[in-house]
C-alpha cells in the first residue's frame, strides 16, 4: 500500500515538475504536424538556454524565471518579385502574398510576452530553428489580436509586420506602424512597396530570406551553447 502511495505521489510530483509544453496551432490554419513537433519539442530548451544567458534582457528576460510558455504558431508570408516589379503583370495580386515555410510563436515568460520564436521547413522537410528574436513589440501586438486565420506579412529589410485579411493590410508592429499608419488595400500597399524598392538592386531584399537568416541565427545559437558547455566544463 505504500509502495503504490509512494509511486501516485512520484508521479503527480513528475507530472507538474516536467514543464508541459503546448504550442497552438493556429486557429482555422494548417500548421504542419513537423512543426508543431519541432515547437513542442524544442522551444522550450532553446528558450531556456537563453534565460540562463548573460545577454537574456536582451531578448526580453527581465528575469531568471523558467515559467516559459508558448502562444499559438502563426504562419507567415512575404511578397513576390511579381508583387515587386513595376513591370511584371500579376493578374491576382493576391498571389503575389506568398508562404515563406515558416511559423512564429509568442514566448511568454511569468505569463508576460517578451518575445517571438520560429521554425521553417527546409527543402529536404526537416525542420529547424528560424528565428529567436523577432522583438517584444511584436511579441505584444501577437499576444494582442491572437487570430491564426490572418496571413502575417514580413517585410524583411524594415523589420515590418503586416496582418492581411480581405484584401486589407494593417500594420503589426512598430516598424510596420511607421511605414503605414492605416489600413491599406492591397493595390496600394504595393504601390508604396514598389515605390520603396523601386531600385532594382534592392529588390532582391524582399525575397524570402529565411534560410540566410536561420543559418546566421543557428549558428550563433550553436556558438552560445557551446560557450556555454565549455564555461560549466571549467
Known amino acids: 500500500m505504500q509502495k503504490i502511495m509512494f509511486l501516485s505521489l512520484l508521479t503527480m ?7 508541459q509544453i503546448n504550442v ?34 536582451h531578448y526580453g528576460f527581465m528575469s531568471d524565471s523558467k515559467d516559459i510558455r508558448f502562444g499559438e504558431l502563426h504562419e507567415t508570408y512575404t511578397l513576390s518579385q511579381e508583387f515587386i516589379a ?33 521554425v521553417y521547413e527546409r527543402e529536404d522537410g526537416e525542420f529547424e530553428l528560424s528565428v ?13 489580436i491572437q487570430n491564426g486565420s490572418l496571413k502575417l506579412i ?11 485579411n480581405n484584401g486589407k493590410v494593417q500594420p503589426v508592429n512598430d516598424s510596420a506602424k511607421q511605414s503605414i499608419n492605416s489600413e491599406y488595400n492591397l493595390e496600394e ?16 531584399l524582399l525575397l524570402p530570406l529565411v534560410v540566410v537568416s536561420s543559418m546566421l541565427l ?7 551553447r557551446k560557450r556555454q558547455h565549455n564555461r560549466n566544463a571549467k
Open 13 to 19: 510530483f513528475l507530472m507538474f515538475s516536467i514543464p
Open 24 to 57: 497552438l496551432a493556429g486557429k482555422n490554419s494548417s500548421i504542419p504536424a513537423g512543426a508543431k513537433e519541432y515547437a513542442e519539442n524544442k522551444f522550450y530548451e532553446i528558450v531556456i538556454d537563453m534565460v540562463d544567458d548573460e545577454e537574456a534582457e
Open 132 to 144: 529567436f528574436g523577432y522583438g517584444k513589440d511584436l511579441a505584444f501586438e501577437l499576444d494582442s
Open 189 to 204: 500597399f504595393r504601390q508604396l512597396i514598389q515605390e520603396r524598392y523601386k531600385d532594382s538592386q534592392k529588390k532582391s
Open 218 to 224: 543557428i549558428s550563433l545559437y550553436v556558438f552560445k
Open 154 to 164: 514580413y517585410e524583411m529589410p524594415i523589420d515590418a509586420w503586416y496582418w492581411f
Open 86 to 118: 513595376k513591370n511584371d503583370k500579376l493578374n491576382n495580386l493576391n498571389d503575389g502574398v506568398i508562404k515563406t515555410n515558416e511559423w512564429i510563436s509568442v514566448i511568454y515568460q511569468d505569463d508576460q510576452p517578451v518575445n517571438v520564436i520560429g
